[in-house]
């Protein structure tokens, strides 16, 4: 029985990684090893962490160093033979590990594994089914998302990725491929790596066991609409609109430079005239327009559920 190093990486949301970390240490898979990495303990979460979870290895960043680094962080102290890269605002199944360490370890030639995934606030509602890359349009999409689980048919089944959210990977495969690229940050990672790993032979393999429950944008709207009563609406519109126009931009470059690596060559006029007429006039309607808006939308939300908008 190798042991497993499990690596969840914590930013905001202190209900999240509890319930997160309650979940692991209920699996049935015995030889873990639990590592936090925290990228800025902002919610105080590291003592309860440490009270609650005494044996869960603790890194600690004073700053937010992105999914990539924080990630990379876990995997330099790790000391299994296979690594299981979690998100914090995930819940698992307690035979989800065992699965699909069975799956991973059943063939050489398999280097990462990941289950299906469902929505945390509809349990029956996929959120993903294997990750799929589109050369020709340059698109990457998630199979089953949306989808309730009793109307979609899947078996086990080679993807082009697995999505960063529940990821298992051998430590050899890192060892011959590289760790997680630091030019991404964060968006595009997970996608590269498993590219990576298929350029070096190895396969990417989806396991349709619905083992993790995963709240979509958790962190968002912890940062914007927790509990924290020192904000105000003078804080939140500023912050938001600063963040998520700097996610938006994020994702629109490394989506660029992810098919600007890969994109075959049939496809490479295609590609750069769609980034240049396409996809960059989308992302200047996104910052001007569609993130004011979802704000709004978000705060119209928030203040039909509490007349205190700081609460």
């Known amino acids: 029985m190798p042991k497993i190093s499990v690596i969840i990486l914590h930013l905001f949301g202190i209900d999240y990684i509890l319930n997160c970390l309650e979940s ?19 919610d105080n979460a590291l003592e309860k962490v440490k009270k609650q979870f005494p044996s869960v290895i603790c890194i600690v960043n004073k700053k937010n160093l992105g999914y990539v680094e924080g990630n990379n962080q876990g995997m330099e102290r790790a000391s299994g033979n296979i690594y299981f890269l ?16 069975e799956e991973l370890s059943s063939d050489k030639k398999i280097g990462i594994v990941g289950p299906k995934i469902y929505f945390a606030t509809e349990p029956k509602k996929i959120w993903f089914a294997g990750g799929r890359v589109d050369w020709e ?18 078996g086990k089944k080679e993807v ?25 940050f964060a ?16 396969n990417i393999m989806y396991i349709p066991f619905g083992g993790v429950w995963h709240v979509k944008s958790a962190t968002s709207s912890t940062v914007f ?3 924290e009563k020192e904000r105000t609406i003078f804080w939140l519109i500023p912050t938001y609109l600063w963040r998520c126009s700097k996610g938006k931009i994020r994702i629109a470059r490394n989506k660029f430079i992810f098919f600007n690596r890969y994109v075959p060559g049939r496809f490479r006029n295609k590609f750069l005239l ?9 992302l200047f309607w996104e910052l001007i327009f569609h993130i004011p808006k979802s704000f709004f939308k978000l705060a119209l939300q928030r203040v039909k559920k509490s007349p205190d908008f700081s609460q």
């Open 86 to 101: 979690l998100n914090d605002d995930t819940t698992i199944h307690p035979r989800l590990i065992s699965v699909l360490k």
């Open 160 to 184: 082009d990725f697995i999505t960063g959210c529940a990821l298992m990977i051998k430590k050899e495969v890192v060892a011959k491929i590289g760790m997680l690229d630091k030019i991404f």
């Open 274 to 282: 769609k980034s240049l007429f396409v996809d960059f006039p989308s």
């Open 225 to 227: 609409f927790g509990k």
């Open 187 to 202: 968006y595009y990672e997970d996608a590269d790596w498993s590219l990576r790993a298929k350029i070096a032979g190895y």
């Open 137 to 154: 349009n340059q698109n990457t999409s998630l199979f089953g998302k949306n989808v309730q689980d009793n109307e979609w048919l899947d």
């Open 24 to 42: 692991v240490f209920k699996s049935d898979y015995a030889n873990l090893e639990v590592l936090v990495v925290f990228n800025g303990d902002k």
